[in-house]
């Protein structure tokens, strides 16, 4: 019988440097013997990252928006996620749920129980068994970024709504210690790497 994987979710504020830290956790859990699987929200499938293309560059209202995401994340379960969870592997998602939380109800400031309806109805039975949450403060955010790339809908958002998005990310973090973990993104990629091999040392061998 297939022992389930297990779901491992990136999230913080553009710039945080999840991504730069999605890579190093697969391989981290590679050189275990673990089959990895990295995939991103919206994206993962044809779908997705259709949608994707549209959230990033299309102007829409934020109802309409989180109904994308939400309609992209759930090919993406059937595709992608619960396939590879019931194979036994283990799935990084780059961003999840907890980022609807926190860029649609605390960034848009839409309702949080519109989005817990639609999370009840598109995956009712599964969360992340773990959350690598990098916190940091916007204004570092917007240092990192500048220049980097022409920014998306997202990024050429004001300051104040990465401050929404990350008191909602903590608040999240708050709600559900047993989840989360909080890594300071405005440390060094060295030092970040150190804690998630310390923190995840004990988490990979169960």
Known sequence: MTVRGRFVTFEGIDGAGKSTHIEFVAQLLRSTGKDVVVTREPGGTELGERVR???LGVSMSARTETLLMFAARSEHLVQVIEPSLARGQCVLCDRFTDATYAYQA???QLSEGLIETLENWVHPN???DLTLLFDLDPALA???LAGAR???RFEAEQRQFFARVRAMYLARAQRFPARFIVL???ASIESIRLE???RL???ITN
């Open 184 to 186: 300071d993104g405005a």
């Open 126 to 128: 599964l969360q992340p």
């Open 196 to 198: 998630l091999s310390a």
């Open 201 to 203: 040392a004990s988490w």
């Open 142 to 144: 917007a240092q990192r």
């Open 106 to 108: 605390g960034g848009r």
């Open 150 to 152: 022409n920014a998306d």
């Open 53 to 55: 293309a549209l959230v």
